[in-house]
């Protein structure tokens, strides 16, 4: 079969782009991947196209042997068998050669996270910036998009990029009290906001609308428009401005980011008793595996309330 693995993979990321609306990081990352794994087969005198399974295995060992981590080679495999089902599905080959991988055994961390009281204290820390009298129109409009950011974001638990990019026109949907957000994959959901978000937004669209009457009285089509005309703000900014926030509070704000808040929206909405599937629907997780990471928790809360609760636990307790 003549290598036409640069072609096939052409193809492959056109596909993963057009009908599966896939990001560009995503396509970047399995570019890399293809293309190492077809430098690795291209040394055993094979290639992406006619690979076998031995010979993709030995591809995985490589990426094992040179120390890359767990959820890396994970990654890797999973590039390889979205190639080969597209290859599949369009006649190329006969078989899905991963089909008898194994994916590799990896640890999954628990997500950072944060108390309760603690984001309390941040955001009551950002409210009262906001209500600081004496400040400047500019310096208001700041304080009041980050206690509006981080409102939003404890609210609903949407990804920092979804946040940042949010388009004007929520402000003005006939419900307020949701959002539809388009996530990964160019996919839509709907997310409830609270009274405390719904009014930081209220206050702060306010406040971006006098800015723009007073400059140049054409408005941005983002909600958290950059000083690049045409250009949200990016996510490396609102991060920036959590951490100063953390530390003007006295937390520690070495390891919060933003992805550590949708990390609390999701931990504590199963603390205080939500379903693990509503948190799968909230979160955008594609497959519930992923929300699977916060198992945890859902263990501590149903060993309690057994203890708590169940007949010979409560016989027991009386007992003693």
Do not use: W
């Not at 050669?97 to 009281?117: C, H, I, N």
């Not at 933003?258 to 990390?263: C, F, S």
Request: with cysteine; proline share 4%; charged share 25%.
């Amino acid at each position: 079969m003549a290598d036409m693995s640069l072609a096939h993979l052409e193809a492959f990321l056109e596909m993963m782009s057009v009908e599966r609306g896939a990001a560009i990081n995503t396509l970047t990352s399995y570019r890399n991947d293809l293309e190492d794994c077809l430098a690795f087969l291209r040394g055993m005198q094979s290639n992406l196209t006619s690979a076998t399974s031995d010979e993709l295995r030995a591809c995985l060992a490589d990426v094992a042997n040179r120390g890359f981590a767990a959820s890396s080679q994970a990654r890797r495999l999973s590039a390889l068998r979205q190639f080969y089902r597209f290859l599949y599905s369009e006649g190329i080959r006969d078989v899905d050669p991963t089909g008898v991988l194994d994916s590799p055994r990896k640890e999954r961390p628990l997500p950072k996270s944060l108390s309760q009281e603690d984001v309390t204290r941040l955001i009551d820390q950002a409210r009262d910036e906001a209500a600081e009298a004496g400040l400047t129109d500019a310096k208001k409009l700041q304080r009041l998009r980050l206690m509006t950011l981080l409102e939003m974001l404890y609210a609903t638990g949407m990804r920092v990029s979804e946040l940042v990019s949010l388009p004007l026109s929520v402000a003005a949907q006939e419900d307020d009290r949701f959002l539809i957000i388009r996530g990964k994959g160019n996919k839509e959901r709907l997310v409830p906001l609270s009274s405390a978000s719904r009014q930081a937004l209220a206050d702060y669209v306010d406040a971006l609308k006098r800015q723009v009457d007073a400059e140049t009285g054409v408005p941005s089509t983002f909600l958290f428009p950059s000083r690049v005309p045409g250009k949200h703000i990016p996510r490396q900014v609102f991060a920036r401005d959590l951490k100063h926030l953390a530390m003007r509070c006295g937390l520690g704000a070495q390891n919060l980011s933003p992805h550590v808040l949708r990390h609390a929206f999701a931990s504590h909405l199963l603390h205080n008793g939500a379903d693990l599937r509503v948190v799968q629907e909230l979160l955008g997780h594609a497959d519930i595996s992923t929300t699977q990471i916060y198992t945890h928790i859902l263990e501590e809360r149903l060993h309690r309330l057994v203890s708590e609760h169940h007949p010979l636990a409560i016989a027991a307790k009386n007992s003693t």
